[in-house]
């Protein structure tokens, strides 16, 4: 009988020592392997060392920030999980760590168990990438499953995780209608605590990047009061410009 494989590891980067020890605990209690750094350039370190499936990140670190160590974490091991935290409940901290990369982004003070089952869904949504190895097409661009790279007329269209995992999930459903909700629940996961807006937001920056005219958009369609349509038959022909990045 084989052995079983080993519990995916969680690494905490976190330089408050009470709230880094109950992450570690609770986190330990879910069945993860969990390790532990109290700033960016340990963190950093034992990503580097351990690589670990998935970094519960804090973003405000001494000397680096959990920003810029986002950023190194998503360019070297794209396929690690990312989970921000801050205790910074501004929309801009919001949209900047997802742009740089990160999966989910929560705010302080926070329930461990919600925390715990972002983490559970940021896991599995990568899991899911990670068996699906196929290259699939969005007009003009090309979609790389495995490395999770967009290219456009040969050139990488820079697009973070969740950019990617939304465009995925469209393409896989040519020419259906998707409601936003549906849309949440499969592409954020049924733990995730967002509204509608958030599907609009993360569709109009995939037409700045993809589009054609971003204001007349051919390929990701809008289905009035229910949501979108990935619209295969209708993609443009290769010659998109390149969308704004």
């Known amino acids: 009988m084989p052995d079983a494989a ?3 590891t969680v690494l905490v980067v976190e330089d408050d020592p009470a709230i880094a020890m109950g992450l570690k605990k609770n986190l330990g209690f879910e069945g993860f392997g969990v390790l532990s750094a109290p700033d960016a350039e340990r963190g950093w370190d034992l990503v580097e060392k351990k690589r670990p499936d998935l970094v519960v990140l ?3 670190l001494p000397r680096m920030s ?3 160590l986002c950023k190194l974490i998503r360019a070297k091991y794209p396929a690690t999980g990312i989970v921000m935290l801050s205790a910074r409940d501004q929309e801009v901290d919001k949209i900047m760590g997802l742009d740089l990369g990160a ?3 929560l705010p ?3 329930s461990i168990r919600e925390l715990v089952a972002r983490v559970h869904s940021v896991l599995r949504r990568r899991a899911e990438a ?3 190895t196929a290259r699939h097409r969005a007009g003009p661009a090309e979609l790389d499953v495995g490395s999770r790279r967009v290219t456009l007329k ?6 973070s995780a969740l950019e990617f995992d939304l465009l995925l999930y469209l393409v896989r459903n040519p020419d259906r209608v998707l409601t936003r909700e549906e849309i949440l629940n499969r592409v954020w996961g049924h733990d995730y605590f967002g509204t509608h807006r958030t599907v609009d ?3 109009t920056k995939l037409r700045q990047k993809l589009e054609e005219d971003p204001e007349d958009p051919r390929l990701i369609q809008t289905v009035r009061k229910v949501g979108y349509r990935f619209a295969a038959s209708a993609a443009p022909a290769p010659g998109t410009k390149k969308g704004r990045g």
């Open 6 to 8: 080993p519990p995916p």
């Open 58 to 60: 804090d973003v405000n």
């Open 66 to 68: 959990g920003f810029e």
């Open 103 to 105: 999966d989910d982004y």
């Open 108 to 110: 302080k003070p926070f």
């Open 130 to 132: 990670k068996q699906a």
């Open 154 to 159: 040969g050139k990488e269209v820079p697009l």
């Open 201 to 203: 937001n993360f569709v």
